[in-house]
């Protein structure tokens, strides 16, 4: 399945890999068909970004706050560990201070 469009009375959906119709309700509500929730893995709090293209309207999904942690979310794209303790601590300083000297400059004026 590629991209493709299709059109009922005055609702256009057009969406990657699914081509699906809903009526717009009363409000102006559409539903996004479980399955493209459920690939996009969108949840409810999500936030529904609206942006109108040319004849159609494009919807970015942003997802809520949450106070989850985040370890280990980043390790599919790396292959350094390090193990909390003195070492994690030593590397933590070091990037703040490699950040701070891209940023900013070195704090004695030479770069």
């Given at each position: 399945?590629?991209?493709?469009?299709?059109?009922?009375?005055?609702?256009?959906?057009?969406?990657?890999?699914?081509?699906?119709?809903n009526k717009v309700g009363e409000?102006?509500?559409?539903?996004?068909?479980?399955?493209?929730?459920?690939r996009l893995g969108i949840g409810?709090?999500?936030?529904?970004?609206?942006?109108?293209?040319?004849?159609?309207?494009?919807?970015?999904?942003?997802t809520p706050e949450h106070n989850?942690?985040?370890?280990?979310?980043?390790?599919?794209?790396?292959?350094?560990?390090?193990?909390?303790?003195?070492?994690?601590?030593?590397?933590?300083?070091?990037?703040?201070?490699?950040?701070?000297?891209?940023?900013?400059?070195?704090?004695?004026?030479?770069?």
């Amino acid at each position: 399945m590629g991209m493709s469009m299709i059109c009922y009375d005055k609702v256009i959906l057009i969406i990657r890999s699914y081509t699906l119709a809903n009526k717009v309700g009363e409000k102006g509500q559409v539903v996004i068909d479980k399955a493209i929730r459920d690939r996009l893995g969108i949840g409810p709090g999500w936030l529904a970004i609206q942006r109108l293209v040319d004849n159609h309207v494009e919807i970015y999904f942003v997802t809520p706050e949450h106070n989850r942690s985040l370890a280990g979310s980043l390790a599919p794209y790396t292959d350094v560990h390090i193990p909390l303790g003195p070492e994690w601590n030593k590397a933590k300083e070091k990037a703040w201070d490699l950040e701070v000297q891209e940023r900013y400059g070195s704090p004695d004026g030479t770069d």
